[in-house]
Nanobody, 117 residues
Framework: QVQLVESGGGLVQAGGSLRLSCAAS??????MGWYRQNPGKQREVVAT???????NYADFVKGRFTISRDNANNRLYLQMNSLKPEDTAVYYC?????????????WGQGTQVTVSS
């Protein structure tokens, strides 16, 4: 029932920008976020946003990335500026809800972001 579909990844030169999008269905008013992962590394949080628009950013993207959401259209976005080669990763859309005192996490399939030197 819950589906998260990312898009917008691609190849960009260092210093460039990309905007990732996540189309959500079957879920509303969840805490949502973007995570990233490369082989051999743990999946790490990039940014999160509540249904009310409160945001939290990882230190390594603060000042460069902006997370936002369009609740009316059930979309999540990540604007990425001043990209660095170390930003290269698969980026995943995440949604977290609590129902009857149980937390549930949902994930998209991921979209590849590659930043060249």
């Amino acid at each position: 029932q819950v589906q998260l579909v990312e898009s917008g990844g691609g190849l960009v030169q260092a210093g460039g920008s990309l905007r990732l999008s996540c189309a959500a269905s079957g879920i509303r008013n969840a805490v949502m976020g973007w995570y990233r992962q490369n082989p051999g590394k743990q999946r790490e949080v990039v940014a999160t946003i509540t249904s009310g628009g409160n945001t939290n950013y990882a230190d390594f993207v603060k000042g460069r990335f902006t997370i936002s959401r369009d609740n009316a259209n059930n979309r999540l976005y990540l604007q990425m500026n001043s990209l660095k080669p170390e930003d290269t990763a698969v980026y995943y859309c995440n949604a977290q809800v609590t129902y009857l005192a149980t937390r549930y996490n949902y994930w998209g399939q991921g979209t590849q972001v590659t930043v060249s030197s």
